[in-house]
């Protein structure tokens, strides 16, 4: 089945403590990203990648890091999570750099830093 | 950077009525996309458009390009319709910035 897998779903951490969400696709998608959605704010990019090794800042980059070392990865690193990165995160992935294809998203990842 | 806003923010209707909403975006794109966020908080691509119109099933979407908006319309609507739209545009089609720009949804109830 073509999908987006993120891990983990829920993460309960503290301040401080450096943390990696997963992402993983099996679609050979070149195109990646990650997202943040909040109440009121809605979703907001945080990185992109256009393909192996190329990767660059979203909209709200800050406290973040990314790597594409493979085509099918695309991890989130937060070297030290604060409350305000308390957040809803979607990876997803699409075909063609040019981007006249569809999305595909995770499921979620619901991050709780205290 | 675009500024997209939709409309209404939120909606509640009777099952079977036709709904409507709305995505009006401030500058050019490469391709508008409407997303479906259900109540478990899962999000699926509905359609991608760069021109014209498409239908998929009971949904429909419409883009008109010179007076930048959207709609999303829903034939028939069901209980199970009930979710979060999202209107998403992209600015560019390689190089540069290249990612989307998020309405903040449409909450849509449908009441049986």
């Known amino acids: 089945e073509a999908q987006v897998t993120q891990n983990p779903r829920y993460l309960i951490t503290v301040t401080g403590k450096k943390l990696t969400v997963t992402c993983s696709q099996n679609?050979?998608?070149?195109?990646m990203s990650w997202y943040r959605q909040d109440p009121g704010l809605g979703l907001r990019q945080i990185y992109y990648s256009m393909n192996v090794e190329v990767t660059d800042k979203g909209d709200v980059p800050e406290g973040y890091k990314v790597s594409r070392k493979e085509k099918r990865n695309f991890p989130l690193i937060l070297e030290s999570p604060s409350p305000n990165q308390t957040s809803l995160y979607f990876c997803?992935?699409?075909?063609?750099?040019?981007?006249?294809?569809?999305?595909?998203f995770g499921s979620g990842t619901r991050l709780t830093v205290v | 950077k675009n500024e997209v806003e939709q409309s209404p923010q939120n909606l509640t209707a009777q099952e079977g009525e036709f709904i409507t909403i709305n995505c009006s975006y401030s500058v050019g794109i490469s391709a508008l996309h409407w997303l479906q966020q259900h109540p478990g908080g899962g999000i699926v691509s509905l359609f991608m458009?760069?021109?014209g119109k498409k239908k998929h099933g009971r949904l429909i979407a419409t883009i008109n390009i010179q007076e930048k908006h959207s709609s999303l319309h829903i034939t028939a609507s069901h209980p199970r319709d009930s979710a979060v739209y999202i209107c998403?545009?992209?600015?560019?089609?390689?190089?540069?910035?290249?990612?989307?720009?998020f309405g903040k949804g449409t909450h849509l109830i449908i009441q049986p």
């Open positions: 458009l760069s021109s």
């Open positions: 997803a992935s699409r075909a063609g750099w040019q981007g006249f294809s569809g999305y595909t």
């Open positions: 998403a545009v992209r600015m560019y089609s390689g190089g540069g910035a290249d990612g989307l720009t």
């Open positions: 679609m050979n998608h070149e195109y």
